[in-house]
């Protein structure tokens, strides 16, 4: 049965230092944090033990290696680290095997990295990847996610509502102006979505710019390719504030 205990290492002797007896046993008096504390010396007497600060045991694992394995300060934490070691240890032993434990342990930044890295070993291009790189960055920063424990469906549904009731407060357009560059379009349009603006070769180079179904006015195009879709062709863009309406002038 593994057991709780704390590690101890040999540090040298210092010069001068203060040697005490307690409980019949040489100790070496020091102070640490403006408080004195006291450690047995070694056998030789040129040197003193110092106890770990986490809580250790001495565990077997299921593949019959016998590891030492360091939990917490905390004496509790450290029980409770413990018996999970052991449960999923003699899961282990069952057959049944928890293959996310390691990874749970990362940091959602780096989850992300391996599953951009995927995409790209999928044949997939950097406008694709930068859009969806984009959006799930977007999500874990406005949760505050740090860790995969720590993701939340509420959590999420919060960041969302947040978004709908949310806009952003945009300069005034200056008098007089009623036409926007590419360039101004695109950065516009990050600004209202979060996500980042593409680059002008990619909009003007990227497949069937600015069509859309039969039918389709131009805020559905725009809603459907993008904004800056639109914008393939002409240098210029007018302004567009809300979508227009799709009644047909009368007459």
Not at 217 to 234: E, I, N, V
């Amino acid at each position: 049965m593994a057991t709780l205990f704390k590690p101890t290492r040999a540090y040298p002797l210092p010069s001068g230092a203060e040697i005490t007896d307690r409980d019949g046993k040489p100790h070496v008096r020091q102070l640490e944090r403006g408080r004195a504390v006291y450690y047995p010396l070694t056998d030789d007497g040129r040197g003193f033990l110092k106890p770990a600060a986490k809580w250790a045991a001495w565990v077997r694992h299921a593949d019959g290696s016998r590891k030492r394995v360091y939990f917490s300060p905390n004496k509790d934490a450290a029980a409770v680290m413990l018996a999970d070691l052991l449960k999923r240890v003699e899961n282990e032993k069952g057959g049944v095997i928890d293959r996310t434990h390691a990874h749970r342990k990362h940091p959602i930044a780096a989850h992300l990295d391996n599953w951009l890295d995927s995409l790209r070993a999928n044949g997939r291009d950097e406008t694709y990847i930068g859009l969806k790189a984009g959006r799930v960055r977007a999500v874990v920063a406005g949760c505050g996610w740090v860790f995969p424990g720590e993701l939340s469906a509420d959590r999420l549904e919060t960041f969302l509502a947040s978004l709908r009731s949310h806009r952003p407060n945009l300069t005034p357009i200056p008098p007089g102006v009623n036409a926007f560059t590419l360039t101004e379009v695109c950065r516009l349009f990050a600004v209202w979505s979060g996500v980042p603006p593409p680059s002008s070769s990619a909009v003007i180079n990227s497949p069937r710019p600015g069509r859309g179904r039969r039918g389709d006015s131009r805020w559905q195009r725009s809603k459907r390719y993008g904004t800056c879709a639109t914008a393939a062709r002409p240098s210029r863009l007018r302004t567009i504030t809300s979508k227009p309406s799709t009644s047909s002038p009368a007459g």
